[in-house]
């Protein structure tokens, strides 16, 4: 395992919600993560117990947690060191009241 995959999997194992992200949860660069990060919100999580990782500033990280995940895109969120997908995928868990119950768990 590269150095690049060993410092996301001790991000993912190491945290209860992670989200990959550009941007900031306080100051978003794109529209998927902003809406990854109101869903959170939504669903009930503190913003403080949310770790974000900004991929902007990191792009071995970038590239890096493409390959980690086998998934193409950006935002990406885990829970309890799994990996729960995008923001569309978010929305369709968050609307069937799925999502609330996995991050309450978290």
């Known amino acids: 395992m590269s150095d690049t995959q060993q410092r996301i999997d001790q991000l993912v194992k190491g945290n209860d919600i992670v ?3 550009k ?3 306080s100051f978003p660069q ?3 993560s902003g809406r990854a990060v109101q869903i959170l919100k939504a669903s009930g999580v503190d913003a403080k117990n ?3 990782v900004n991929v902007l500033e990191d792009p071995e990280i970038r ?5 980690y ?3 193409p895109t950006i935002p990406q969120l885990y829970v ?3 990996f729960i997908g995008g923001s569309d995928i978010m929305m369709e868990m968050y609307e069937s009241g ?3 119950q996995l991050v309450a768990a978290a």
């Open 98 to 100: 799925e999502l609330q």
């Open 63 to 67: 590239q890096g947690i493409k390959d």
């Open 69 to 71: 995940s086998q998934w």
């Open 19 to 21: 989200l990959f992200m």
């Open 50 to 52: 949310i770790t974000t």
């Open 30 to 32: 794109c529209g998927f």
């Open 23 to 25: 941007g900031t949860a």
């Open 80 to 82: 309890k060191g799994e």
